[in-house]
């Protein structure tokens, strides 16, 4: 668990998707990201504008005092998606078929471990 004293410019949002269930893998997209409040719910995330997104089984953060985004897939960070992206960002999964998720906004351990005391909230003290 972090520190809460740890520096403003290091903590970051964070959550994690696993797919639990994907009958249909070849042709069910699942998309994790972040939109705008007033984004589409008929849209994947990362399909308009106003949110980001990426379609697999991963992870994704935020750092609000730089902007950027990342994601993460199987615990590992796969680097800054996007940066400058200043915006009241929302926690946003999409599915174009049917499919069972787990979501961890930080009840649990997160498979990237540099998030574990992370959350869609903030630190977690």
């Known amino acids: 668990t972090l520190s809460t004293s740890l ?3 290091y903590w970051f949002y964070y959550y994690e998707i696993t797919i639990l269930l994907n009958e249909n893998n070849d042709k069910t997209i699942i998309a ?13 995330p990362g ?7 990426f379609h697999s089984d991963e992870g994704c953060g935020y750092y609000p005092n730089t902007g950027q985004v ?12 996007y940066t400058g992206l200043f915006h009241t960002w929302y926690p946003t ?5 049917t499919c069972k998720l787990k979501v961890n906004f930080g009840q649990e351990e997160f498979m990237y471990k540099e998030a574990n005391g992370m959350s869609v909230a ?3 003290s």
Do not use: W
Not at 93 to 97: C, D, K, L, Q, V
């Open 7 to 9: 520096p403003a410019k």
């Open 122 to 124: 903030g630190i977690i």
């Open 70 to 81: 990342f994601f993460t897939m199987n615990g590992k960070n796969l680097d800054t998606a």
């Open 32 to 44: 994790i990201g972040l939109a705008s409040k007033n984004y589409s719910t008929n849209r994947l």
């Open 93 to 97: 999964i999409g599915s174009n078929g």
């Open 47 to 53: 399909c308009n504008t106003h949110s980001v997104g």
